[in-house]
């Protein structure tokens, strides 16, 4: 098991190379590198801190950051842990594979987009670095997400990314659709054929909840400012500099949480009760 104090879940950047109908972001530019870390000013700042951080990467595609590699080898030899949100289509997966040790990544979150892959004949390039890193060791898994637009093929999806040896997930919609929204418009009986528990509805309900987000958990922007979540825009500090942790948790006073921490995050959420 991967020990970490704190986890920093940074969005890198809106720029991606896919253009889902489902996606959270409203993208400008697409197949073209974003920005650079600040490598030197992250590490200054993790080498001065006393915790143990895991730095969750997403966006937008992390891999299309310019020196994403670079950043990953001196986080996770410094002791530090990661975990990956990608599509997989980068080349630097290749790169990756080889200059990461996969003890030091919790997981990486291989997202399955099967229309833009059909759009743009990409499926054989995420088969390539899907299985790739899975013989090397990562711990990966393939989850698609389950828009309610897409409910006809997705079985038929999952079946043949089965049939290619990869167990497919399914994650749940987070957003309106035909004016309803989701996920709580989904029925139970939809969720079980998909693997999903009906329960999983009540995460993103998070009113009156306890959530350590801001106390172990915050996000943080493509700019490295860190904030309690992404409901409560309470700046806490910058990557690069420092982080003013709060206390202790906090009783959650929005209604909707489309990325709760104390469920995205369980044994960390956990660790402050023990």
């Not at 080498?47 to 994403?68: D, M, Q």
Request: with cysteine; hydrophobic share 35%.
């Amino acid at each position: 098991m991967k020990v970490y104090d704190k986890w920093l879940q940074w969005d890198l950047g809106r720029n991606c190379n896919l253009d889902c109908d489902y996606c959270f972001d409203s993208k400008k530019e697409f197949n073209s590198e974003y920005r650079e870390i600040n490598i030197d000013a992250v590490m200054n700042f993790l080498r001065s801190s006393v915790y143990k951080y895991r730095i969750g990467l997403t966006g937008g595609e992390p891999f299309l950051i310019r020196n994403i590699i670079e950043f990953c080898e001196e986080v996770t030899t410094a002791g530090h842990i990661i975990s990956i949100n990608s599509n997989l289509l980068s080349p630097k997966l290749v790169e990756f594979e080889r200059k990461i040790d996969p003890a030091n990544v919790l997981f990486i979150h291989a997202s399955y987009h099967h229309r833009e892959l059909e759009k743009f004949n990409r499926l054989e390039k995420y088969l390539l670095h899907y299985k790739l890193l899975e013989k090397s060791g990562f711990n990966i898994y393939a989850e698609a997400v389950l828009y309610p637009g897409d409910i006809g093929v997705l079985r038929e999806v999952e079946i043949n990314l089965n049939n290619l040896g990869i167990k497919l997930k399914f994650a749940p919609y987070i957003g309106r659709y035909e004016g309803d929204w989701y996920p709580d418009s989904y029925s139970d009986d939809l969720l079980r054929q998909f693997n999903i528990a009906p329960e999983i509805k009540e995460h993103f309900s998070q009113k009156g909840e306890i959530c350590n987000a801001g106390y172990s958990a915050a996000i943080v922007d493509p700019d490295g400012d860190v904030r309690v979540c992404f409901n409560y825009k309470e700046k806490l500090g910058n990557i690069t500099e420092a982080i003013n942790w709060n206390e202790e948790p906090l009783i959650c006073q929005h209604k909707k949480c489309g990325c709760p921490l104390n469920k995205y995050d369980k044994e960390l959420f956990d660790k402050f009760w023990r």
